[in-house]
Nanobody, 122 residues
């Protein structure tokens, strides 16, 4: 069955960069959409981005535009979230999620990774 595992989180200073990875297994990656969500302590999970199954353009929340980017290698079954110019408000646990197509709703996603912590200091 489809499984997702995030990696690459850590501690970074404000203005720094991190690159998160989402490794998928049990699926042909080009058949699914991959989304990134994040959840800060005491807050609801929010969508960060979603990339369609056929390689269409990735959508981002407004706060991420111009700072975050997504790349995808279907052969390696990996999606990367590049985060630049990080801000303290980006601090959260970051999750990747998968479903047949992109959705704005957390409840719509069938598969989730366990998450990776991103902490931005300042």
């Amino acid at each position: 069955q489809l499984q997702l595992v995030e990696s690459g989180g850590g501690l970074v200073q404000s203005g720094g960069s991190l690159r998160l990875s989402c490794a998928a297994s049990g699926v042909t990656l080009e058949d699914v959409a991959i989304a990134w969500f994040r959840q800060a302590p005491g807050k609801e999970r929010e969508g960060v981005s979603c990339s369609s199954s056929n390689g269409g353009r990735t959508t981002f929340i407004d706060s991420a535009k111009g700072r975050f980017s997504v790349s995808r290698d279907n052969a390696k079954k990996t999606v990367w979230l590049q985060m630049n110019n990080l801000k303290p408000e980006d601090t959260a646990v970051y999750y990747c999620a998968a479903r047949v197509s992109c959705s704005a709703y957390v409840w719509a996603y069938d598969h989730w990774g366990p998450g990776t912590q991103v902490t931005v200091s300042s």
